[in-house]
């Protein structure tokens, strides 16, 4: 391979080859032009009204850049030099006609969109007055005022050789370049034989009427000089149909034909004075070309707007589609949810009233205590389901923030071991913990939620065998492991199985409740907490699910105590019980009431206050249902008590509704939601940690 550096003057040889060669074309181009419009020259040698190089010249800038100048000033210099006046006029007019060049081209990319500037009305219109107004006037008005100087032309004829100059450069400028512009810029499509066809047909349209009513094949008569008006047509047609690259094509065609027609003598523009014949032409050309570009243009932004909507519309579609497809998965992932939980939810609750009834019996103490150890375990199977719902609910509602802390990972190792210790042992399987030493940073309490979904769901799928939970080193993190021996994930599910309400068939029932949510907010949380999760898997052999947690230094662990709700003192408290259903106002109190604490219930707010104002006290707490009677919420309810005493009562809020709303209202007012059902012990140790971090706030005799 040879050295990159050795390819750079080859690399800089060619270009400036290319370039060069370049410069010969534009500038052998623009000399045979110059010298076919000079003479056509009739009021002056140097005074064309054809000038067609202002137009190539134009288009060489805006298409190649602005060192393209020095080949437009090299064959304008040749061109003049060879013609009429002298060396010193010469370059004057050079200078001239290449800063017309190059003005008209820094102007139009500057203002006019560039090689784009036929794309749009406003740009075209853009391009012609720069064009007619400030580009070409340059050329003449340099070229001739040198001539004037060096005495090659008189005063008295000044005027009208700067009015055919200027004209002859105007008609170069917008008959020309646009042509060239368009067909060097434009991007080919592949072959259409019927836009090709229509081109050819409007071409072919164009030529004939501009030998009809132009050419000097045909007897000029009074009579034929209207169908000169007949150019419109094809111009239009070009305009209407076949974009700017082609309206600008038919104008040269048009242009060319009637050029050749006047200066044989033929069409309605012929006079006996051959410049002001020319004018005519130069005046009819401008008049036809401009507009019709503008017109084009107008259409072409049109097209575009219409094929952009069109886009739009299926790319609208497809989205529709697409949603309507997720939508439809989303209802089958429900009707899944809904058969399922329809089944685990009513599995517990069957086994619940198959307990009462047993109860009802004559029963022995010790069958009495077993079968209250059933219905608690059947109480807490259904509780662990609606924890799945609630944590889903939270997460989705994005009211969840992560606290951060450092802490071993040997504390929740433990409390995994301990959790399914006894579940693992009913199955017949092996449960083995590798404690480790390390500390880890994450949210504990969330990061203990991940584990224990992920062992729970590897309980619930292994029949034989057993389950590992460790850890690995990997760096600046630890790698907790679940392994089990269970029938695998097939490659094809590896990502449904993260879905919500997603289950793969056990491999046979199950005592264990479940709704399909486990991994659905294992990945919820680890996204939360921006822990990487890896699994692998083979069927028939088991799998293994890995979270990865950034490694923390060894700290202290803390050893405050902690007080017990039962050592609190509760005599005297007052705890405002509002619920709309009698059976829950009857449980919520009897439990309160045997805790030791003096309860004042009520169905409604208003019933509270009422009570409120017979005792002629405040409460120290208020519990109450979220949905209350007649569309009412707990939270409009412990602000009405809140506003009459004009104080901020401590309130827990109780719902059996997961939806995000409660979640957020709760949390914005400040108050404690616990979902049905209610743990007993966790709502003592709720109350305990309100009455503790509030202090004793009774008031007697309150407002009322």
Known sequence: MSDPRSSTPETNFR??????????????????????GLALASIHPSATPIWPPTGVALAAVLLWGYRTWPAIFAAAVIANATTAGSVTTAIAIATGNSLEAVIGAYLINRWSSGCSTFSRPDSVAKFALICVVIATPISATIGLTSLAT???????????????WWLGDVTGALVIAPVIVLWASSHYPAFNRNEFLETVGVLAAAAAVGLIAFSPLIEQTPGRDPLGFLAILPMLWAALRRGPRDTATVALVLAGITIWGTLTGGGPFATTDLNVSFLLVLMFLISITVPSLLLSADVEVRKKGEENLRRAQIELERKVAERTHELELANAAKSRFFAMASHDLRQPLHALGLFVAQLRTPLKSGERTKTIERVDAARKEMNEMFNSLLDISRLDAGILTPTFTEFPIARLLQKIENTFD?????????????????????????????????????????????????????????????????????????QNIFSGFFQLPAPEPDRYGSLGLGLAIVDKLRLLLNHEIDLASTVGRGSRFAILVPVADEGVTSTEPVDSPAAFAVEGKVILVIADAPIVLEGTSGLLGKWGYSVLTAGSDEVALTRLAERQQCPDLIISDYHLANGKTGSQAIEQVNAVFGSSIPAILISGDTAPEPLRDAKDRGYILLHKPVEPMRLRAVIHELFRDHGDRRDTGGPL
């Open 15 to 36: 270009r400036g080859i290319r370039y060069a060669g370049g410069l010969v074309a534009i500038g052998g181009i623009y000399f045979a032009l110059a010298k076919g």
């Open 150 to 164: 060096a005495g090659y032309i008189e005063r008295t004829n000044f005027a009208n050789a700067w009015v055919t």
């Open 422 to 494: 006894q579940a693992t042992r009913e199955k017949g399987l092996r449960l083995r913990v590798r404690q480790s030493d390390a500390w880890v940073r994450s949210d504990a309490m969330l990061l203990e939620r991940i584990l224990l979904n992920l062992v729970s769901n590897a309980v619930r799928y292994t029949l034989r065998g057993g389950i590992i939970v460790g850890c690995r080193r990997r760096g600046e993190m630890l790698r907790i492991e679940v392994r089990d021996s269970g029938p695998g994930i097939p490659e094809d599910q590896k």
